[in-house]
């Protein structure tokens, strides 16, 4: 039995990966970027799992070391934890018991990565309730698939990592997130510890647990290519700036005269509304829009215009 998402059933990666149309004559239909990662919910599956270490049931998805990654699907009779969303996630130890101990989830990309653009990458992850928590996890892309016959940590660096002020420690799913310039040819994905034993941090999150290690489920893999910096839109004589992009706490428009005054919208990429500027500050022309609070991700900002309304892409990265 081969599992499968249905059309009706689709998962975010982050945010849901949902068409945004708007049905307006001349008005921008911006499309979610999709990210390059094949089956990112881990919900593709050959066959239900039925015990632990059985990662490559959802293909492409494998174990680049001598270790065996866990898969989990909340539909089936056994190894049914809950994911974040939908129903497949995968599970792994980044920290054991047994001296320098890893395991990694791994895959293909559908395609490498351009020299010179900037993706969006992202993955959620999830503590178990063992006895301790990790410091640090990242992601790896790099151009050739990895086959260790070795159980330690890739000697890596990942390019993506959480930072220190983003917590592993709490059971609840956390979302580790960056901006990446390819080198060009990147075309695989590692998601893991990738420091030793000596280097790796550990809390301990549950002092009388038996199980000796940190383990993690990880879901909701993404890379996609993302903008870097001032992106201008031209559409039936509408032109819009926004800088920084990706932005952290604010972020700076100036638009030509065809865009009317009124409420600027910010949405998510399901179509939800995050906050709505009404009478946003206005400084040197431009006009300054708060994004304290707003949680890393891509957005779309709406502006009304004549012709009804235009989209605005950004990212949002704390």
Known sequence: MRLRKTQHSRKNFPGCLLLLIFIVTGVAQPAVAQTLVPNPGFEIQDSCPV???????????????????????????????????????AGLYAYNLAPNYREYVAAALDSPLVTGRTYCVSFWVKCAAYKYAVGKLGAYLVSGDIHLTTSGPINATPQIENPDSVSLSPPVWT??????????????????????????????????????????????????SCTNG???????????????????????????????????????????????FCRPQVLNGETVLD????D????????????????????ILH
């Not at 638009?255 to 509304?273: D, R």
């Open 291 to 294: 994004l304290h609070g707003v």
């Open 230 to 276: 001032i992106e201008e839109q031209e559409m039936n004589g509408t032109r819009i700036k926004a800088y920084p992009n990706p932005a952290y706490n604010e972020i700076r428009l100036s638009f030509s005269p065809a865009i009317q005054h009124g409420c600027i919208i910010l949405i998510n990429t399901c179509g939800k509304t995050i906050r709505t």
């Open 175 to 224: 979302e580790i997130s960056g901006i990446y310039t390819a080198t060009g040819g990147e075309a695989h994905i590692v998601i893991g510890n990738f420091y030793n034993d000596a280097n790796t941090s550990l809390t301990i999150i549950n002092p009388n647990s038996s199980s000796l290690s940190a383990y993690y489920q990880v879901d909701d893999v993404s890379v996609s």
């Open 51 to 89: 015990s632990s270490g059985q990662l490559s049931l959802a293909p492409p998805w494998h174990s680049p070391n001598a270790n065996s990654p866990d898969l989990f699907n909340a539909l089936c009779p056994t190894q049914n934890i809950s994911p974040r969303t939908g129903w497949g996630s």
């Open 296 to 315: 890393s991700g891509l957005y779309f900002l709406i502006l009304p215009c004549e012709a009804g309304m235009v989209f605005k892409k950004i990212n």
